[in-house]
T-cell receptor
Framework: LAKTTQPISMDSYEGQEVNITCSHN???????ITWYQQFPSQGPRFIIQGYKTKVTNEVASLFIPADRKSSTLSLPRVSLSDTAVYYCLVGNGGGGSQGNLIFGKGTKLSVKP | DTEVTQTPKHLVMGMTNKKSLKCEQH?????MYWYKQKAKKPPELMFVYSYEKLSINESVPSRFSPECPNSSLLNLHLHALQPEDSALYLC??????????????FGPGTRLLVL
């Protein structure tokens, strides 16, 4: 099971780019990296998933270096509504692996005006 | 339909009550999950169903009893709960397991208060 480590909290201002890094030193060959966003009293929401290099969608980018021991979620030009907890999960869910089902402590992002 | 729905939104129950939480998805997903989340903590996995069969039970006390009547429905039956069981109960589903197939879609949760 790949353990993940993220900063507990981060502060930013509206309009800035925010980068949240997740460490996963013992990531396995078949593991994917998935990020979720959660607002208070709501269910987590899928943001982005990747295996290697860079993935981009309409809300975020995910950068994964060649050794895959870390990953960085990049949120461009954040707004107040991006204030939430962001979770990084690592695993593949196959063969009994549950890494992609285990939430770490997450990073609480606070965006200020 | 790309939603996972959960009912009720809120539930208050006494320690001797029996109640059930309901979760529904119509995305054709083959995996369904129950998580428990305490305030300011990450979600904790409780149960995983794969093709309507229980595949993972994370050593959850027997006062929580899951049931999957069909591929779209997931229930969590509650009996003789303790006040420390008060939490947000989240249901999720995924197309399958592994990689993109394992991407989970979460419902809004049921806020449970045990008195």
């Amino acid at each position: 099971l790949a353990k993940t480590t993220q900063p507990i909290s981060m502060d930013s201002y509206e309009g800035q780019e925010v980068n949240i890094t997740c460490s996963h030193n013992n990531i396995a060959t078949n593991d994917y990296i998935t990020w979720y966003q959660q607002f208070p009293s709501q269910g987590p929401r899928f943001i982005i998933q990747g295996y290697k290099t860079k993935v981009t969608n309409e809300v975020a980018s995910l950068f994964i270096p060649a050794d895959r021991k870390s990953s960085t979620l990049s949120l461009p030009r954040v707004s107040l509504s991006d204030t939430a907890v962001y979770y990084c999960l690592v695993g593949n869910g196959g063969g009994g692996s549950q890494g992609n089902l285990i939430f770490g402590k997450g990073t609480k992002l606070s965006v200020k005006p | 339909d790309t939603e996972v729905t959960q009912t009720p939104k809120h539930l208050v129950m006494g320690m001797t009550n029996k109640k059930s939480l309901k979760c529904e998805q119509h995305m054709g997903h083959r995996a369904m999950y129950w998580y428990k989340q305490k305030a300011k903590k990450p979600p904790e996995l409780m149960f995983v169903y794969s093709y309507e069969k229980l595949s993972i039970n994370e050593s959850v006390p027997s006062r929580f009893s899951p049931e999957c009547p069909n591929s779209s429905l997931l229930n969590l039956h509650l009996h003789a709960l303790q006040p420390e069981d008060s939490a947000l109960y989240l249901c999720a589903s995924s197309p399958g397991f592994g990689g993109p197939e394992g991407t989970q879609y979460f419902g809004p949760g049921t806020r449970l208060l045990v008195l």
